[in-house]
């Protein structure tokens, strides 16, 4: 009887990677993955300079394992294997308290080389009143929903010591953050992003730094667009047992704005662009994703000032507020602006204020801001 | 190519399999040797010559010792033997010389930063054993080079072992028995390797690589000591787990290879040990390096002076850094003792005693065998004994050891003969009922552990070859 027994296992486990492999075969390939937010691999050409490189093997590899039938389940069933097994963090994302997942934060490595080049674009254009804003993450202003044990780099000594070398205005939002995040949520808890009531208050700061007469939330026409935002970190882990975001937008009557987004021969009325609300990536509907340049006019205010912002995608919900008090907002994102942002200031004459607005997570992590000279 | 990817597990195994089984015989040697080049030529597309021309001299080596009257056997031999050395040699540790004679005489050679040709130090022992057993007239030369390539290159055991002696399968190159008995407890036996290599070593092995990538200023001492556990299984795990992979297909094929792995971390002796760990390199040693010299049966200095020439090639053998030299070194300075003076002592041991000298002694050689560097060598042995400013516990080890309590458990219950007793205990059942129940929940086992390992191929996040420096 064993013998049999064993046979029908044998037979079982064939079947089973042969019904896989005919399902990868059959099956449609997808050109770009919505929830890794990223293109797949398409089937590499067959040459013989990539085979002796070895190009071609590894190209195929991930060719068939980006198309594995099924993919997106396997990978939760992963997820969901390894907390049975007893794991707190997957892929770099602690699976927090409260439905939080919260991204980690590992020691910095680029402190010097970011306040060496902040210094000098200062020293370039130091007639303009230049501000530096570091946002801590989520990991520091809801340290109390990682799993017990945890004990992170501390984000605020990164931001204190780069702060004490910087020559101009910076400006420190940790504390609006932690304070007001008894009342409301200042980050998502599927997305590595604050929310619009996290960069509400981190505004009130920056205001109140710049003596900027603010507008207070009652004014505001706050809608929730969106219950259904499974973020990055969602994806990152596969963990979709959590319960999804809401994405909020204060909307403001009073003024008409013109968007041009430079590089890309667009231009809108709008700050926000709904169609990302019917995609994976909800964020992306504020200010279209990122851009190398965009610049916001406001049609109807009186001031004639304007403001460049230097910026990652945390400035994307920022914005909103900022083009309330400005005639035009300047918007560049050295990740994908690759000419002269000094110069371009330079050019500009009207801007007066320079905006540094990054997550203390990224800053250290992509490239732009040491290329911003 | 590796076993536990995508590509090899849903596609060329599969493959090669349906054609292997429906193709008659005489074809079976063909297809294996071009699917065999084709698994080679996958991640190194070059150096398949290298592997050509190495097992074209041993082949050409025994044809010319069938020949009657054939005078110069030894010097032949000696030729064939340099030649593979020298391949080895040039390929794996040149740049390591190089770097020994910059230090020593202060110049500044640069390196040749040549790419280790894969499974280079397998193949090379395998043909050289070839080249010395047909000299030594313990089996016949292999008339047909197809034939013979097919034996060095068979990809079962090519990358990642066990060193196959051509006399272990000699016979079944030419005739063996393919059949769904095989086949039966061959898979089996390949699904046990995928699960102790992606299950176990894999996620055992992210912890030490998180834990020693760490700065070591912040490590605690039990953070230390949790890591090098990490490690120990990690490598046990892998590197059974390919030998279970290889054997097992090896069945599947109709090839029996020998054991090489017989549960090392029961072992009551570092000698015992070293019976029981990568079984096919310690034999080959012995058989070709420790017996000629000598062996045991001369001059009590003579004999020290073998131990350590075997063990400081045993060393070298697994990569081309000091630190592996050490490791050889510090192995046979071990069981000179063991055998000169510990042996009597130890018999006397409790046997828990005997186990906790044994393992600790092992862990503290993976220590050695897993840092190159010697400062982070160094570090990671201080803090490990307390020495420096480390704390004894920190709440990183609570994390670390919360998060892997179960899947260590796991690692230290199944690296004990645990289930070969409970599947011998069940083997007495005879009950038709309760056999019954028994298959139920093994087709499920294995059903489930094959769909959770496919996952992490499928992520396929963290999936190391630990073997690129051999």
Redesign the interface.
């Known amino acids: 009887m064993r013998n049999i027994y064993n046979k029908i296992i044998v037979i079982t486990l064939s079947l089973f990677i042969i019904l896989f492999t005919c399902l990868f075969i059959f099956s449609d390939k997808l050109k770009f993955s919505e929830n890794e937010n990223r293109y797949f691999q398409p089937l590499p050409k067959l040459t013989f300079n990539n085979i002796k490189k070895g190009e071609y093997t590894t190209k195929l590899q991930n060719y068939l394992s980006d198309h594995f039938y099924a993919r997106n389940n396997f990978m939760s069933i992963k997820t969901s294997y390894e907390k049975l097994m007893g794991k707190k963090d997957i892929n770099g994302v602690y699976l927090g308290k409260d439905n939080y997942l919260i991204e980690k934060y590992d020691k910095p490595l680029n402190n010097d080389k970011i306040i060496e080049s902040l210094n000098n674009f200062y020293q370039a254009l130091n007639y303009t009143n230049m501000s530096l804003m570091l946002v801590p993450t989520s990991i520091t202003i809801n340290a109390d929903k990682l799993p017990n044990y945890v004990e992170p780099y501390v984000q605020l000594d990164t931001i204190d010591y780069i702060y004490s070398n910087i020559n101009f205005n910076t400006i420190d939002v940790s504390k609006t953050l932690k304070e007001n995040n008894k009342n409301y949520q200042m980050f998502y808890y599927l997305d590595h992003h604050w929310t619009t009531y996290g960069a509400y208050y981190s505004y009130l700061e920056y205001a109140k730094n710049n003596l900027i007469k603010t507008i207070p939330i009652t004014d505001f026409n706050i809608t929730e667009v969106a219950n259904d935002f499974n973020g990055t970190l969602y994806s990152k882990s596969n963990d979709y047992s959590r319960e999804s975001d809401r994405i909020h937008l204060f909307l403001y009557d009073k003024y008409k704005y013109h968007v041009n987004y430079v590089y890309h021969k667009k231009e809108t009325d709008t700050l926000y662009e709904m169609s990302y609300l019917d995609k994976k990536d909800k964020y992306a509907v504020f200010l279209d994703n990122n851009h190398p340049l965009i610049v916001i006019t406001n049609e109807n205010i009186k001031t004639k000032t304007e403001i460049a912002i230097i910026k990652d995608s945390y400035a994307n919900n920022f914005i909103p507020f900022l083009v309330n008090h400005f005639k035009k907002v300047h918007v560049i994102d050295p990740r994908f602006y690759k000419l002269s942002i000094i110069d371009y200031i330079k050019e500009n004459k009207s801007i007066k204020d320079v905006l540094f607005l990054y997550n203390i997570n990224t800053i250290d992590k992509d490239n732009g801001i040491v290329t911003i000279n | 190519?590796v076993f536990s990817?995508?590509?090899f597990?849903?596609?060329f195994f599969?493959l090669f399999l349906f054609l292997y089984y429906i193709l008659p015989f005489k074809y079976k040697n063909k297809i294996l040797l071009i699917f065999s080049l084709i698994f080679y030529?996958?991640?190194?597309?070059?150096y398949i010559l290298l592997m050509l021309f190495s097992t074209f001299v041993d082949y050409m080596n025994g044809r010319l010792f069938e020949k009657k009257n054939f005078r110069n056997k030894k010097l032949y031999l000696i030729i064939a033997l340099a030649i593979n050395i020298s391949l080895l040699g040039f390929f794996k540790y040149s740049d390591f010389l190089i770097e020994v004679i910059n230090s020593l005489f202060n110049v500044s050679i640069p390196l040749l930063n040549i790419g280790l040709p894969i499974g280079i130090s397998f193949y090379t022992f395998q043909t050289m054993s070839y080249s010395i057993d047909v000299y030594r007239k313990n089996v016949k030369p292999e008339k047909n080079y197809f034939t013979y390539l097919t034996y060095i290159s068979m990809f079962p055991q090519l990358i990642a072992g066990p060193i196959v002696r051509y006399e272990t399968i000699s016979e079944e190159l030419h005739e063996r028995v393919v059949d769904?008995?095989g086949?039966?407890?061959g898979?089996?036996r390949f699904?046990h390797g995928l699960f102790k290599k992606v299950l176990i070593a894999n996620?055992i092995g992210y912890l030490w690589t998180v834990i020693s990538t760490s700065?070591t200023g912040e490590l605690s001492v039990m953070t230390a000591w949790l890591g090098l556990l990490a490690f120990s299984f990690q490598i046990y795990y892998d590197f059974s787990g390919y030998s279970d992979m290889a054997i097992g297909m090896g069945k599947m094929l109709g090839f029996n290879y020998l054991e090489n792995f017989n549960y090392p971390y029961i072992a009551t002796s570092i000698t015992d040990f070293w019976r029981r760990w990568h079984i096919s390199l310690s034999t080959w040693f012995k058989d070709y390096v420790y017996i000629p010299l000598g062996g045991s049966r001369v001059k009590k200095i003579i004999n020290i002076r073998n131990i350590f020439i075997v063990w400081a090639l045993t060393g070298i053998w697994h990569g081309a850094a000091w630190n592996f030299v050490i490791w050889g070194i510090y192995y046979g300075v071990i069981l000179l003792l063991e055998k000169f003076i510990l042996k009597e002592y130890i018999d006397k041991f409790p046997k828990w005693l005997k186990h906790t000298y044994t393992l600790l002694l092992v862990m503290i050689g993976w220590l050695i065998f897993a840092f190159d560097d010697m400062t982070l060598l160094g570090n990671y042995t201080n803090i490990l004994f307390g020495i420096g400013n480390n704390p004894f516990i920190?709440?990183?080890f609570?994390?670390y050891f919360?998060?892997?309590?179960?899947?260590i458990v796991i690692a230290i219950i199944l690296s004990m003969p645990t289930y070969h007793i409970i599947k011998d205990k069940l083997?007495t059942i005879k009950d038709?009922k309760t056999?019954l129940i028994i298959?139920i929940i093994?087709?499920m086992m294995?059903?489930l552990l094959?769909?959770?390992t496919?996952?992490?191929?499928?992520?396929?996040?963290y999936n190391p070859f630990l073997y690129f420096r051999f």
Do not use: C, Q
């Open positions: 190519m990817s995508i590509p597990l849903f596609f599969p030529a996958w991640g190194e597309p070059v769904f008995n086949f039966t407890t898979l089996l699904m996620n700065t920190d709440s990183s609570i994390y919360s998060n892997y309590f179960i899947i083997l038709e056999e298959f093994r087709i294995y059903l094959l769909i959770i496919t996952s992490y191929l499928v992520a396929d996040t």
